[in-house]
Every structure is written in structure tokens, then in C-alpha cells.
């Protein structure tokens, strides 16, 4: 017996030394970021990398500011280095100077930098300037697994500009200490005669986070408040405009475009439903924390991951935050679909049809292109390859404020998080069913990806801050905008506009 | 020597002149007649983006008026702390050369790092300024008052480069010839008389010269509103020169982003003018 079982630990030791994850182990001793599943085999793992040389080479990127996206272009940029022998120059640019720093020397014919971060919603003005993704690449078995949605982000008409790196949508997120809680279920009854359960539709959320603003729910000394949101002007403010405006506008029986009728390229930025989410919006800013009126996307990560708010929506990184081990607040919240409403805007018929509607925001997210003039191409795509590897991948999606979110299919299995990352296992069912979900779904909208984006983007931004300033009126700041978008369209040229907005209305539409 | 040999040497320092003065302004003035943007190159479309910003533009010519109101009252209020300042250690007081350099210090601060402080300040729930004032029952909305973020502004402006005005001063100060200070004391004016009829008349045109120079410099502002505010709440703090950058850089319309920085040029040349002709008149009038 003492033989066998001699025998038998001497063969497993052997199995452990030798299999995948031993060899892992290898890598994670001096890339410690690696640490919790070691190198995964691929075409870019760390083992593959090693054995490239790029010695004598120099790789330039511009990257966004430490810490989201910016600090693991870094770390990656490091780790690429030690690996290859190149010498990699990172530069950090504040997020709404990324257009322009690659764009200027785009125009001029030049190319400073081999690698630039972006948004995905670039991709109409960049892709002049882009090297299409070679295809073994987008053969390898590492791009089989990114969800089908973020292949056409990343793509246009068929050709991929973009490395698949991120993958991004809105969903809500809340505190499921609270909602949950059959004491503050009991308490939020008697009060107001409702029941407190995770909100269906924004009347909803804005009901409960009136109640929830302005005193300690939790317990812990400190106030607390409804919802933390990015309002500060011109900090990607607009696209949580749309996450509140899909619900009201857009209505799957009315296809051929939710942001511009496709057909006359009319806006549709300020029919009823909009008006409605602006209206909604702007009595947001009686729950949100003090201050909350200038929050970026910065501040909704440290608040909402920080225990001060109810409830929050945007991208995955507050969420992320609120679960990192260090948070006070981990396994206590909970993500689920942005909320809806009770009634969506017909833009045929030009009524209200009252019925339940909501739809999905698949928010643009970082991109990251290579340039067409950049004289180390395959370093380029190596690097961005190495970058967004299984090992990396997973590494960096545990990290709140690294920017980093699921975007492949394999990311969906709750396991990763709960094994991982330590995650409470319904929290990660949910979390992974509600991004599932949203894959899935036949209502989504797309971001805005057309020629001049910045203009029609930043034209929401000034138009929704005024109201939410109180210098003007819903309709009267939507009025503002839709005036300013048919300006755009003018300039640009309508076709250019219609073209691409095309392309976008056929993914949105299902024709994809 | 031949005539035109003179000119030869005056060749390089004119290149220099032409490289970087005119040739970017002439340069302004072609792109500005351009559309040029993320979508189109440098062409040629005459006058279109000035009749764009003469007759559909009123948000320029807001952010023109708050940018006035913004500068006048930052500089008018540097001016009068940089003078009470100057005036304080131009006498002999003790610690006079550590004050002298203690009030310098926020002009030698990076703008974007101490304003990232001052929003730091100024946040509406984290920041100390709130906290401290919660205690009195007050926590007022800093940076998301329309009117009371303004204000914001203007003390982060005063408290970065009051200093500036009070070198000035300072120096403005110490060269006053002592004759009719002692006049002053020997006919016993009061300190308020002295300061009235002697230091002020006498420092005028360098009062003159600071003023104009803290305008020519406060009309720019910019980091300040960057960071502070992002030009909100809604348009509350956006000043021309912020919305010429988010035209040009951030919405990559090159074209029009020129036509408003010459036609903003133009009127500062101007208004500039004007103001030091006023304020010449005004203080030198004896």
C-alpha cells in the first residue's frame, strides 16, 4: 500500500511539474501580475513572446492617463520588453486629447507614435490611417474567443482597424446589501408604499435613490447617497446621456436608426424619449452626492466602488472596484441590466406605446490601432497580442481601474471570478448573466461611429450639461443639440454621414 | 560700407522674426479660410466659418463676455492684494525678505498641479474647504453653482498670480525716487495722504504696465477652467480661449478653431488698446 501511494505522488508530482500550469509558474515568479493562473499556452503567451527578438527596436504608443487602460499599457509595455529586448516608449495623454494627438499627425502624414489607444468610436476618422489587423491575428484562437458584437466594434464593413483589447457595455450596478435587505425591503414599504427590489425602470431608480440619498443606510458613520453618474461636462458624459435614453427611444419596431432617422438623416436627439431620459437625468441631480454634478468617470469609480452611493451605471470599472479585495464593499453589490421603461417613443406613429421597453448600451470602449506608416508593424501587433493573452487578460480584468472588461466568451464563465478573484458565486452569476444577456439581446444600441464623431459627441455634452445646470430646459437643450448635429451633418456632408451611419444601423437592426 | 550691406545683416534676425512670428499668424489666417477638420484637408472655403461665427455662434461671444468678466475682476483683484502686499514689505518689517519670497511661491507652482489641488480643495464632498464649513452648517456648491464656480475660478486665478503683480509692484516701488516721500513727512502727511497723493500717482505707469500685462495674460486662461471645471457647470465657466481648444482639439475643426483665434486676436488687440489709453488718461491725468 505504502508503495502505491509512493508511487502514486511521485506520478502526480511529475503531472504537476510538468503540466501547463507548472511551466506557468515559471513565468509568474518574475511577472508576479500573472500570479493567479500563470501562463496560459496561446499564440501570444509569455513563453511564445520569449522567444521573440526585438532587440535594437523601439515601439512608441500613446496610451490614456494612469490608471484606466493607461497603467496596463504600461505594465504590458514592461513585461513586453523584459520578454523581447525591445525598448518600448510609452506616452500617457489625457482621455479627450486622444483624438486629436493621434489625429494631427495622422493629417500631417506622419506617424510618431507605432501604437494608439483610442476610443472605439474613432474608428470611422482613424481607419484611413490604421493597418488592418493581419490576418493570423485574427485567425489565432485567441480572437475565435471575443464576443461577436466586439468583432464588429472593432471592425468596419468586414475589415478589422482595431486589436480587440476591452470590451464595453453600460449595465446598472447597486448595492445589494441594501436591495436585498429584508429589513430596508420593510422599511422602504411603510415609507412609500413600494416595493425595493433591483429597478426595472428609471422612475424606479430615481424613487429609490431619492429615498436613499443624504443619511447612513449602512451603518458605517459616513452619509450616503442615491447614485453616482459621470455628469461632468465633456467627460464621457454623453454616453451616460444614451445609457438613460435607450430605454425611452429606442424601439425595436421602429428599426433604421436610433441616434438619426437613416433615411432623411434627421436627428432623432430630441424626440419625447430623449426628452424624457434628459428630464429624468436632470432630476438625477437631486441624488447624487455633493459635488456629483462635476463627477467623471473617476469620481463614479471611487464613489460608487467606495460605498458612498446606491446605485451607479456605466462601464464595468466601478463595479470591478467595488469587488476588489481591498474595498469595503465587496461581495455587496450587484449588477444587473440598465434599468428600462414603461413607455418607449414611436418615432413612426409619433406616440408613446406603453409598454415595458428596455435595450442594452454597448458603449464604445478603448481601441487601440496600429499605424499604417509605423515602420514596426509586426512588434505593433506582437505587442497588442501579448497585451490582451489569456494570462493578461485575466489578470487585468481583477483590476477595477485598469479599464479592462470582458470582451471575449470565455470571459462569461462565472468561475473565473469566483475562483480568481474571490467573488460571492451568485454575485458572479449575475455579473456574467447580465453581460450575457446583453450579447444576446436584439435591442441593443451601438455607439455613434461616424466621420466627425467628436463634433456630434461633444454637442451632446454641452447641450445635456446646460440642462443639468438648470440654464435650460430639457427640450430646449435638445432643441440645441439636434440643431447643432443637422449643422454637422451639413458640414461633413450628408452621405459621408448616412454611409457610415449606416453600417451602424445594420448591426443595431440585426443585419449583421 | 554699401547700403545694402546693412540689410544682409539684418537677414538673420528678420528670418527669426518672419519663422516665428509672422509665418504663424499668415499661416492662422490660411487655415482659418479652410474647413480643414478630421474629415477634410486644407482647402479653400473663403469667408464661410467667419459668417459662422458672426451670425450662428452665440456661444462664442457668451464665453467672449465671461472671459471679460472673468479677467477684469481676477486682475482688479490682484492688482489691489498685489499692492497691499508690495506696499507691506517695501517697508522695513521683520522677516521682510521672507515674506518677500513666501508671497512668490504660488507664482512658481505648475497651474495644473495646484489647481488639481484646489479642486482637490473645493470638492463638494471629499475636499476639506466643505468639511470644515459643515461645521457652520454650510456646504456651499463650489464647482457646480453656475454663479458660485465663477467665483471658484477667480480665487484660484487671484491666489496663483497675485504674486506676479506684486513683483511687479514691488519692484515698481523700490525704485521711487525718495525726494517727495520726504516732502510728504516733512509737510506731516498722513500715512492714507501719502499713499494717496504720493506713492499711488507716482506708481501709476507701472500700475499701467502690470494691469495690461496681467490682462494680456488672464485673457488667456485656460488650465485653470481645464481642470477646475471642464468649462461647466453647462457653459458657467467656459471661457473663449477653453472654447477654441475643444473646437480645435477636441472636435478637431481646425479650421473654424483659427478663425476664431484671429477674430479673438484682433478684438484683444483692441480692447487692449483702448483699456491702456483709458487707464492712461485715467491715472496720468496730471
Request: net charge neutral.
Amino acid at each position: 500500500m505504502k508503495i502505491i501511494k509512493t508511487c502514486l505522488s511521485a506520478a502526480i508530482s511529475s503531472v504537476l511539474i510538468f503540466s501547463p500550469m507548472a511551466y506557468a509558474d515559471k513565468w509568474s515568479d518574475q511577472f508576479p501580475h500573472i500570479k493567479a493562473t500563470g501562463d496560459i499556452p496561446g499564440d501570444c503567451s509569455y513563453e511564445e513572446m520569449s522567444k521573440k527578438n526585438y532587440k535594437g527596436k523601439t515601439l512608441k504608443i500613446n496610451t490614456h492617463a494612469v490608471p484606466v487602460i493607461g497603467q496596463p499599457t504600461a505594465l504590458h509595455a514592461e513585461q513586453f520588453a523584459k520578454l523581447t529586448g525591445a525598448k518600448v516608449d510609452v506616452t500617457h495623454t489625457p482621455a479627450g486629447d486622444l483624438y486629436a494627438k493621434a489625429m494631427v499627425p495622422f493629417k500631417a502624414g506622419q506617424a510618431p507614435y507605432d501604437i494608439v489607444f483610442g476610443f472605439s468610436n474613432f474608428i470611422n476618422d482613424w481607419k484611413r490611417y490604421l493597418a488592418p489587423v493581419p490576418k493570423k491575428y485574427i485567425n489565432s484562437p485567441e480572437m475565435k474567443d471575443v464576443t461577436k458584437s466586439h468583432i464588429g466594434v472593432s471592425s468596419w464593413d468586414g475589415t478589422m482597424y482595431q486589436y480587440p483589447v476591452d470590451g464595453d457595455r453600460h449595465y446598472l450596478k447597486y448595492r445589494k446589501d441594501v436591495i436585498d435587505n429584508p429589513e430596508m425591503q420593510k422599511k422602504y414599504k411603510a415609507d412609500t408604499g413600494k416595493e425595493l427590489r433591483v429597478p426595472r425602470t428609471w422612475k424606479e431608480y430615481g424613487e429609490m435613490a431619492k429615498y436613499f440619498n443624504g443619511w447612513d443606510w449602512d451603518g458605517d458613520g459616513e452619509k450616503e447617497y442615491g447614485s453616482a453618474e459621470v455628469m461632468k461636462k465633456d467627460d464621457l458624459m454623453f454616453a451616460a446621456f444614451f445609457s438613460r435614453s435607450v430605454a425611452y427611444a429606442k424601439n425595436l419596431s421602429t428599426p433604421g436608426g436610433f441616434f438619426f432617422d437613416l433615411e432623411t438623416m434627421k436627428p432623432n436627439i430630441n424626440n419625447p424619449g430623449f426628452v424624457e431620459a434628459l428630464t429624468d437625468w436632470v432630476e438625477a441631480t437631486k441624488y447624487v452626492p455633493p459635488g456629483g454634478i462635476n463627477f467623471g468617470l473617476g469620481d463614479e469609480i471611487g464613489s460608487f466602488g467606495g460605498g458612498q452611493t446606491l446605485f451607479s451605471f456605466s462601464w464595468d470599472d466601478a463595479f470591478i472596484a467595488a469587488m476588489q479585495d481591498d474595498s469595503p464593499i465587496k461581495n455587496k453589490v450587484g449588477a444587473a441590466p440598465l434599468p428600462g421603461a414603461d413607455r418607449v417613443w414611436n418615432r413612426n406613429t409619433n406616440g408613446w406605446e406603453n409598454r415595458y421597453n428596455q435595450a442594452p448600451y454597448i458603449v464604445w470602449g478603448w481601441a487601440v490601432g496600429v499605424a499604417k506608416k509605423s515602420k514596426v508593424k509586426d512588434m505593433a501587433f506582437d505587442y497588442l497580442c501579448f497585451f490582451s493573452n489569456g494570462a493578461n487578460h485575466q489578470a487585468d480584468l481583477a483590476i477595477g481601474n485598469f479599464g479592462v472588461n470582458p470582451f471575449k466568451n470565455s470571459d462569461f464563465d462565472p468561475n473565473i471570478y469566483i475562483d480568481t478573484m474571490g467573488w460571492d458565486p451568485e454575485i458572479a452569476n449575475s455579473y456574467t448573466k447580465t453581460l450575457l444577456d446583453m450579447e444576446k439581446s436584439k435591442n441593443r444600441v451601438f455607439p455613434l461611429r461616424v466621420p466627425g464623431v467628436f463634433e456630434f459627441t461633444s454637442a451632446v455634452a454641452t447641450g445635456t450639461s446646460k440642462a443639468l445646470a438648470g440654464q435650460l430646459s430639457p427640450q430646449e437643450a435638445l432643441d440645441e443639440v439636434a440643431k447643432e448635429w443637422e449643422a454637422i451633418v451639413q458640414r461633413v456632408g450628408k452621405k459621408a454621414v448616412q454611409d457610415a451611419y449606416a453600417v451602424g444601423v445594420k448591426m443595431e437592426d440585426n443585419k449583421l | 560700407m554699401n547700403f545694402k550691406h546693412k540689410y544682409v545683416f539684418l537677414f538673420p534676425g528678420l528670418f527669426v522674426l518672419i519663422g516665428i512670428l509672422i509665418f504663424p499668424i499668415i499661416f492662422v489666417v490660411r487655415l482659418s479660410l479652410s474647413g480643414w477638420n478630421s474629415y477634410n484637408g486644407l482647402n479653400f472655403i473663403g469667408l464661410e466659418n467667419y459668417v459662422r461665427l458672426f451670425t450662428d455662434d452665440p456661444r462664442f461671444w457668451q464665453s467672449f463676455l465671461r472671459l471679460s468678466f472673468l479677467s477684469v475682476t481676477t486682475v482688479i483683484l490682484q492688482y489691489v492684494i498685489g499692492f497691499a502686499l508690495a506696499h507691506m514689505v517695501w517697508k522695513d518689517i521683520k522677516f521682510q525678505r521672507f515674506f518677500r519670497v513666501l508671497f512668490l511661491i504660488p507664482m512658481m507652482t505648475t497651474p495644473v498641479i495646484m489647481t488639481v489641488i484646489w479642486r482637490t480643495f473645493f470638492h463638494e464632498s471629499l475636499g476639506p474647504v466643505n468639511d470644515i464649513l459643515s461645521n457652520f452648517g454650510m456646504s456651499p456648491k463650489w464647482l457646480t453653482d453656475p454663479v458660485l464656480a465663477k467665483f471658484t475660478v477667480i480665487i484660484v486665478e487671484v491666489w496663483q498670480w497675485t504674486p506676479f503683480m506684486f513683483l511687479l509692484l514691488l519692484a515698481g516701488l523700490l525704485s521711487l525716487p525718495k525726494e517727495p516721500f520726504l516732502a510728504a513727512a516733512i509737510d506731516g502727511a498722513s500715512p492714507v495722504r501719502k499713499f494717496l497723493y504720493v506713492t499711488f500717482p507716482l506708481m501709476a505707469p507701472i500700475s499701467i504696465g502690470a494691469i495690461i500685462i496681467r490682462l494680456i495674460e488672464a485673457s488667456k486662461i485656460m488650465d485653470t477652467v481645464y481642470v477646475l471645471t471642464s468649462g461647466g457647470p453647462g457653459t458657467a465657466t467656459e471661457t473663449s480661449s477653453f472654447y477654441i481648444f475643444i473646437k480645435g482639439l477636441r472636435e478637431f475643426q481646425m479650421g473654424y478653431a483659427a478663425s476664431m483665434s484671429f477674430t479673438y486676436l484682433i478684438i484683444m488687440i483692441i480692447s487692449l488698446t483702448v483699456i491702456a489709453k483709458v487707464l492712461t488718461k485715467v491715472l496720468l491725468k496730471d
